[in-house]
Structure formats: C-alpha cells, structure tokens
Antibody, heavy 120, light 109 residues
C-alpha cells in the first residue's frame, strides 16, 4: 500500500524557518517525482513545488509565491522528501500536503497533510 | 483569483447526474493534460481523473472526464451522498511554468 506521511508542521513566527518531511512507503521512491502543495484555511489547492527523480536530474520547480524562500530536496536512501521553508509569512499558513507525481503536473497519491501556522 | 475557472457550487439529487466545468486558456487546458481531484470533508485530495479522461483503477466508472478546446468537464452519474465533496481541476500552465488549479466546486447531493 502506498503511504505518504508528512511531519514537521507547527506554529512559527513570521520570518522564521520550518522544515517539513514526507516519509514514503509502498513504492520505489526513487522512481518518482514528488511535489508539495498547500491549502490555506477554507481555500483551494495551491501548488508549491516539485522535485524530479534522479533519472530526470533531480531538479526542482517552484511556484512564484515561494521561489527563493522554499527549497525541496529528497533522500532516496530514506524514501523522504523535504520542504525547507525560510522567511515564512502569515500568507504561508495552511495545510501542507506532499504528493507523489504521476507526471509533474498530476498527483496520484497524497499524504494526510500537516498544518503550518505562521503567526506572531 | 484562480487561473482555472470552476463554478463555486453544484447540486443534484441522489441517483442523478451532474457535470462540473473548468475553463482555462491555451497556455494551460488548451495544450496540456487535465486532472481532477476529489476532496472529501476533512481529508486529503484524491486523484479522480488524469490525462483528461483516464481513471485510476480504483475509481468507479460513474466518474468521467472530457476536454474540448480550453475547457474540461467532470461528469458524475448515479450520485450518492458519499460524493459530497469539493472537486478541483488542475493542469500545467506553460506561460506561468506552474501547476494551476481551479478554485474548487462544492458538490451537494
């Protein structure tokens, strides 16, 4: 069974940093691109960014709203994807989901999400 | 303001059929594959349709997708109360170099 479990969310002050983890099982992690998405309270889905598999260079893409502040990385030996979030803003508040990318624009398995609250 | 446009809500009676529209432009829907997601209350989204009209094996054939030009439609037949959820369309936008979503449509059965 494919499973994705996010962790690392919590309450953080504006301007501070937070790192989220997405621990995966049930599939060959290294064969897939992985994406992070978020959902502000009561709002719709927003794509945050994506990391390709090593076979496709392991390169990343980011939404304009987080480019330069957020970094996605992966550790294939541990089957974990990371989202490093720096210079956090109140607008970054929401539930953060990691998702397995069937292709980089289509997400076929999702984690349960982790809540990030940015507030002073 | 979402790049893709969906109606905020739709409703239909149990057993009936409903369609949810999603419109965009040539930089997104017009030249890229579309996916649809279902988000039941309090849960993570789930992939319903990929590549415009393909269903993952676990998704019943009550759910279907179609695309014409810069618009796409999700159809649900034999509505059940368990289908009450938010539905999102999504695709790649070549102009923005980003994955974009519709604002979501709340289905009431």
């Amino acid at each position: 069974e494919v499973q994705l479990v996010e962790s690392g969310g919590g309450l953080v002050q504006p301007g501070r940093s937070l790192r989220l983890s997405c621990t995966c099982s049930g599939f060959t992690f290294g064969d897939y691109g992985m994406s992070w998405l978020r959902q502000a309270p009561g709002k719709g889905l927003e794509w945050v960014g994506f990391i390709r598999s090593k076979d496709f260079g392991g390169t990343t893409e980011y939404a304009a709203s987080v480019k330069g502040r957020f970094t996605i990385s992966r550790d294939d030996s541990k089957s974990v994807a990371y989202l490093q979030m720096n210079s956090l803003k109140t607008d970054d508040t929401g539930v953060y989901y990691c998702a397995r990318a069937r292709v980089f624009w289509c997400f076929d398995s999702w984690g349960q999400g982790t809540l990030v609250s940015v507030s002073s | 303001q979402s790049v893709l446009t969906q109606p905020p809500s739709v409703s239909a009676a149990p057993g009936q059929k409903v369609t949810i529209s999603c419109s965009g432009s040539s930089s997104n829907i017009g030249n890229n594959f579309v996916s649809w997601y279902q988000q039941l209350p309090g849960t993570a989204p789930k992939l319903l349709i990929y590549e415009n009209n393909e269903r993952p094996s676990e998704i019943p054939d009550r759910f279907s997708g179609s695309k014409s030009g810069t618009s796409t439609t999700l159809g649900i037949t034999g509505l059940q109360t368990g289908d009450e959820a938010d539905y999102y369309c999504g695709t790649w936008d070549s102009g923005l170099s980003a994955v974009v979503f519709g604002g979501g449509t709340k289905l009431t059965v």
